[in-house]
């Protein structure tokens, strides 16, 4: 009898799990409710729709000039502190950003049409 019991409340619970996975994942019945609020226009494209591959290239290529200002304003601060060969580093540290940039280009990330 226990069994049966047991077997009866494993169903009961497997039951339950799918009915809530079921109605976690199902697609809204009603899309009018799922519509941008208040902006009065319809979407024309799904919000997860893909970019083309340059806008990726040219996100990297931004990062790229986006870390080095984030490494030249301490560096701007303390140069005077740390004398020529601070210069000097900065100045090889351009030049291996400047090569990305060249390769970058050489790849094409810099044509937008």
């Given at each position: 009898?226990?069994?049966?019991?047991?077997?009866v409340?494993l169903?009961?619970l497997?039951?339950?799990?799918l009915?809530?996975?079921?109605?976690?994942?199902?697609v809204?019945?009603?899309?009018?409710?799922?519509?941008?609020?208040?902006?009065g226009?319809?979407?024309?494209?799904?919000?997860?729709?893909?970019?083309?591959?340059r806008?990726?290239?040219?996100?990297?290529?931004?990062l790229?000039?986006?870390?080095?200002?984030l490494?030249?304003?301490?560096?701007a601060?303390?140069?005077?502190?740390?004398?020529?060969?601070?210069v000097?580093?900065?100045?090889?540290?351009?030049?291996?950003?400047?090569?990305?940039?060249?390769?970058?280009?050489?790849e094409?990330?810099?044509?937008?049409?």
């Amino acid at each position: 009898m226990l069994q049966l019991l047991t077997l009866v409340a494993l169903v009961c619970l497997a039951l339950l799990t799918l009915t809530a996975l079921h109605r976690a994942l199902v697609v809204d019945p009603a899309p009018l409710l799922v519509l941008p609020q208040a902006s009065g226009r319809v979407p024309q494209q799904h919000a997860l729709s893909r970019f083309h591959a340059r806008w990726y290239a040219a996100s990297v290529v931004f990062l790229a000039f986006d870390v080095e200002m984030l490494f030249m304003y301490p560096w701007a601060v303390v140069v005077e502190d740390l004398g020529p060969g601070a210069v000097v580093e900065m100045f090889g540290f351009l030049a291996v950003l400047l090569a990305a940039v060249a390769w970058a280009r050489r790849e094409g990330a810099f044509r937008w049409a």
